[in-house]
């Protein structure tokens, strides 16, 4: 059984940081593509970072130059490096795996396994 946790969330300041853990169980998850997404209230979940297998990352533009993604295949762990904070960033955050082996995709249906989340609350 395929189990993402996420942990790493919280409530900070504009212009402040926090790093997201995403811990997989059940799969070796470097085969697979790796992301993460948000929700904010009211929204549509969106992509934030894409990781392929090879290592290959993503960001959208809204995280370009403020995240990072990245993992670590020999603990099994994703993380996301968020920096320079906005209340725009205020979401619940979301770890995906895409189990097809195939591309990374921006699309959330293309996921097939998800964690709780984890909520950031970024204050101004």
């Known amino acids: 059984q395929v189990q993402l946790v996420e942990s790493g969330g919280g409530s900070v300041q504009a212009g402040g940081s926090l790093r997201l853990s995403c811990t997989i169980s059940g799969v070796d998850f470097y085969r697979f593509c790796m992301g993460w997404f948000r929700q904010a209230p009211g929204k549509e979940r969106e992509g934030v970072a894409l990781?392929?297998?090879?290592?290959?990352?993503y960001l959208a533009g809204s995280a370009t130059g403020r995240f990072t993604i990245s993992k670590d295949n020999a603990k099994n762990t994703l993380y996301l490096q968020m920096n320079s904070l906005k209340p725009a960033d205020t979401a619940i955050y979301y770890c995906?795996?895409?189990?097809?082996?195939?591309?990374?995709?921006?699309?959330?249906?293309?996921?097939?396994?998800w964690g709780q989340g984890t909520q950031v609350t970024v204050s101004s």
């Open positions: 995906a795996a895409d189990l097809t082996g195939g591309y990374c995709n921006w699309r959330p249906a293309r996921y097939q396994n």
């Open positions: 990781i392929e297998r090879d290592g290959r990352t």
